[in-house]
Antibody, heavy 125, light 108 residues
Framework: QLQLQESGPGLVKPWETLSLTCTVS??????????WGWIRQPPGKGLEWIGS????????DKNPSLKSRVTMSVDKSKNQFSLQLTSVTAADTAVYYC????????????????WGQGALVTVSS | EILLTQSPGTLSLSPGERATLSCRAS???????LAWYQQKPGQAPRLLIY???SRATDIPDRFSGSGSGTDFTLTISRLESEDFAVYFC?????????FGLGTRVEIK
């Protein structure tokens, strides 16, 4: 059964870089032509799609509102994919979810059919 | 970017009652690209419906989705205790996908 787990620092200082890793178990990142992605949710608020990356790492799609600050990567040897968000401010405080865009959807911006449990990242000095 | 407006903000119902949740798009969209999620406190969202009306794996048939154009509906035919949660709709036809702000279904 596919499972995802986010990991990374829970506290990041303003203007520094937020880095999160998602470890995939129950499936190999090499095991299919899947996208892998990130969505965030500020406390008590709605959901915001950050972006998705193809399993080869060759293609990624990003939310235009975050595009200049987002980098995503894939490490197939560790069965992990990662998110970096630069120059963070308090507005980036959120629960960050990693997940899998459904292969049925056919794109990196489709609905997520599997989600990690989420990691709260607080931006504060 | 498609704006999704969900109503009502909060729905107060009793177990066994029918819940009808609305999601309105800012312009006409294809029903192929409309999803619904359920989220309970402290948990990740759970996919319920995709393609406006197709139930995801292991979702009970008391959950159903419908709609077209700008108006979409999630219906829970008879509320069970585990259904009290927040529900989000999502449009994923063009990037970036967008979400509504959610409807909270609470126990009356």
């Amino acid at each position: 059964q596919l499972q995802l787990q986010e990991s990374g620092p829970g506290l990041v200082k303003p203007w520094e870089t937020l880095s999160l890793t998602c470890t995939v178990s129950g499936a190999s990142l090499n095991g299919g032509s899947y996208y892998w992605g990130w969505i965030r949710q500020p406390p008590g608020k709605g959901l915001e799609w950050i972006g998705s990356i193809y399993y080869t790492g060759s293609t990624s799609d990003k939310n235009p509102s975050l595009k200049s600050r987002v980098t995503m990567s894939v490490d197939k040897s560790k069965n992990q994919f990662s998110l970096q968000l630069t120059s963070v401010t308090a507005a980036d405080t959120a629960v960050y979810y990693c997940g899998r865009p459904s292969p049925r959807g056919g794109s990196g911006w489709t609905y997520f059919d599997h989600w990690g449990q989420g990691a709260l990242v607080t931006v504060s000095s | 970017e498609i704006l999704l407006t969900q109503s009502p903000g909060t729905l107060s119902l009793s177990p066994g009652e029918r819940a009808t949740l609305s999601c309105r798009a800012s312009q006409s969209v294809s029903s192929t690209y409309l999803a619904w999620y359920q989220q309970k406190p402290g948990q990740a969202p759970r996919l319920l419906i995709y393609g406006a009306s197709s139930r995801a794996t292991d979702i009970p048939d008391r959950f159903s989705g419908s709609g077209s154009g700008t108006d979409f509906t999630l219906t829970i035919s008879r509320l069970e205790s585990e259904d009290f949660a927040v529900y989000f709709c999502q449009y994923y036809g063009t990037p970036p996908p967008t979400f509504g702000l959610g409807t909270r279904v609470e126990i009356k």
